[in-house]
């Protein structure tokens, strides 16, 4: 995959998509696979928003049932079954326990029901997995079976507790570029640090962007029939440069972190602290818990969470020290930090707006990101007035959906060549895996920079800027 900006330019294209995060990668893929031209720009580098904060696991949907949502736990179901099929490499199946107290919520009657529901609801979830990929459905514990699993776990008023599987991501970097190079395998033009900075009009429809080559000053035209706006939290700047005034979508601030310790158990552990549902999750020899939300642009501070992290799971005993990161996004919100967006929409603006040839994807979960991109390119398939084929991303395993693998060296060389890294920054937390569970060693950070050098002609002026501005990148994302 190569940042391919005359591919940009050189024709008109079927689709346009705005946004280099999982719901803009996906769509990439699906549309490049049906047979349509794409081409894919992202103002910063694939991933670096909100696709890079996550809690790693990949929901089936359980929680919808408690606002009577059956189309949600559906959905959830199949995107879970989805993504194990398609990229085993990456998602395996992870199991879940919430413990049950007497007179505290959950009770042990309500997940009964809940997992009962779900597996009727779920039936055909394994239809096609691969070895090994298969969901169990869900049981009840006893208390005895709760406390082998959770042995720290306080036995005073417990009743039992739930245990059902999901799936959880070791790199939802890796499945993002996965995406994105499989799109320009079949023919998609892909490019990082592209910005739109205007959606060009005829009238009533949109016919392309003009955008600005962050690196190298120049403007570029895009000419597209349909133009997918799935930049995430730049959404509404999005439609701005088309000349919408909507109202704002409001954003809250979600957080999890990341500590530095060994899990606290095999499986996924559920919780309660005041009105907010936490899991500490196992995770490549460390553990994440996640999520909280603040509203508008106040931020989650790290120890605030964490006490909120040690109620809800004292047992664990918890400490400051252990976070090494804390992973940041923004998602849509209503009403305030309990109002979350719970389903991901497709808009087509034509209906909403007035204005064809522009769709926006108001996404919600990286668990339905795919589905949600399925939806987005059937409707530019209609708005564009082509015949495609159908879908079939739920199918077609992605090839390159794999951990990174190789010496040092030798996955950095291949970050610049074939995966478009073009900052150390870029290479060191979304290409190798460096900088996702905290601070790298300087020495790796220092051989990942000599081979991109030598890859990319950087002087010892530039590498010393490149060794900044991954430092910046670090100190954001590192606990405060």
């Known amino acids: 995959m190569k940042r391919d900006l005359g591919g940009l330019t050189a024709r008109e294209h079927d689709v346009v998509v705005i946004g280099g995060g999982i719901h803009g990668a996906a769509a990439a893929w699906d549309a490049a696979q049906r047979g349509l031209t794409v081409a894919l720009l992202e103002a910063r580098d694939f991933g670096a928003g909100t696709s890079w904060n996550s809690l790693k696991t990949v929901h089936g949907g359980l929680r919808h049932l408690q606002r009577a949502d059956v189309a949600g736990l559906r959905e959830s179901a199949r995107e879970r079954a989805a993504f194990l099929r398609v990229a085993p490499g990456l998602v395996r199946p992870l199991p879940f326990l919430v413990p049950t107290y007497a007179g505290k919520p959950p009770s042990r009657l309500a997940l009964a029901a809940a997992l009962r529901v779900s597996d009727l609801l779920t039936a055909g979830r394994n239809r096609g997995a691969p070895e090994g990929?298969?969901?169990?459905?869900?049981?009840?514990?006893?208390?005895?079976?709760?406390?082998?699993?959770?042995?720290?776990?306080?036995?005073?008023?417990?009743?039992?507790?739930?245990?059902?599987?999901?799936?959880?991501?070791?790199?939802?970097?890796?499945?993002?570029?996965?995406?994105?190079?499989?799109?320009?395998?079949?023919?998609a033009a892909v490019a990082n640090y592209v910005e739109a900075t205007h959606l060009e009009r005829k009238g009533d429809r949109v016919t392309g962007a003009t955008a600005r080559d962050v690196l190298g000053g120049g403007t570029l035209a895009l000419r597209g029939r349909v133009?997918?706006?799935?930049?995430?939290?730049?959404?509404?700047?999005?439609?701005?440069?088309?000349?919408?005034?909507?109202?704002?979508?409001?954003?809250?601030?979600?957080?999890?972190?990341?500590?530095?310790?060994?899990?606290?158990?095999?499986?996924?552990?559920?919780?309660?602290?005041?009105?907010?549902?936490?899991?500490?999750?196992?995770?490549?020899?460390?553990?994440?818990?996640?999520?909280?939300?603040?509203?508008?642009?106040?931020?989650?501070?790290?120890?605030e969470f964490l006490d909120e992290a040690r109620r809800a799971f004292p047992w664990a005993g918890l400490r400051g020290a252990e976070v090494t990161l804390v992973h940041r996004g923004k998602v849509p919100g209503r009403n305030g930090a309990a109002g979350l967006w719970t389903r991901s929409r497709v808009v087509d603006h034509q209906k909403e707006d007035g204005l064809a040839g522009l769709l926006s994807i108001l996404s919600v979960k990286y668990t339905t990101a795919r589905a949600t991109a399925e939806r987005a390119v059937d409707a530019a398939v209609l708005c564009a007035g082509r015949a495609a084929a159908p879908c079939r991303t739920a199918l077609t395993a992605l090839p390159g959906a794999l951990p990174v693998h190789g010496t040092l060296a030798e996955q950095a060389r291949r970050a610049v060549r074939e995966e478009a890294a073009l900052h150390l920054e870029d290479a060191v937390l979304r290409r190798l895996?460096?900088?996702?569970?905290?601070?790298?060693?300087?020495?790796?950070?220092?051989?990942?920079?000599?081979?991109m050098a030598a890859e990319l002609g950087w002087d010892a002026s530039r590498i010393r800027t490149e060794e900044d501005r991954l430092e910046a990148a670090l100190r954001a994302v590192e606990a405060r």
């Open 133 to 187: 990929r298969s969901v169990p459905g869900g049981r009840l514990l006893s208390p005895r079976q709760v406390l082998e699993r959770l042995p720290l776990l306080d036995a005073a008023g417990l009743t039992g507790g739930a245990e059902w599987t999901d799936a959880q991501v070791s790199s939802t970097e890796r499945l993002l570029l996965a995406f994105l190079l499989a799109a320009a395998e079949a023919g």
């Open 227 to 303: 133009v997918v706006n799935a930049a995430g939290p730049g959404l509404d700047a999005v439609l701005a440069r088309a000349g919408l005034a909507r109202p704002p979508v409001p954003l809250l601030q979600a957080a999890n972190l990341v500590l530095d310790r060994g899990a606290a158990a095999t499986h996924a552990v559920g919780a309660r602290s005041g009105g907010r549902f936490l899991f500490l999750v196992p995770w490549r020899g460390r553990s994440i818990v996640g999520t909280a939300y603040a509203e508008g642009e106040t931020r989650p501070v790290a120890a």
């Open 433 to 451: 895996d460096l900088g996702t569970a905290g601070r790298p060693s300087p020495s790796a950070v220092a051989e990942v920079a000599a081979v």
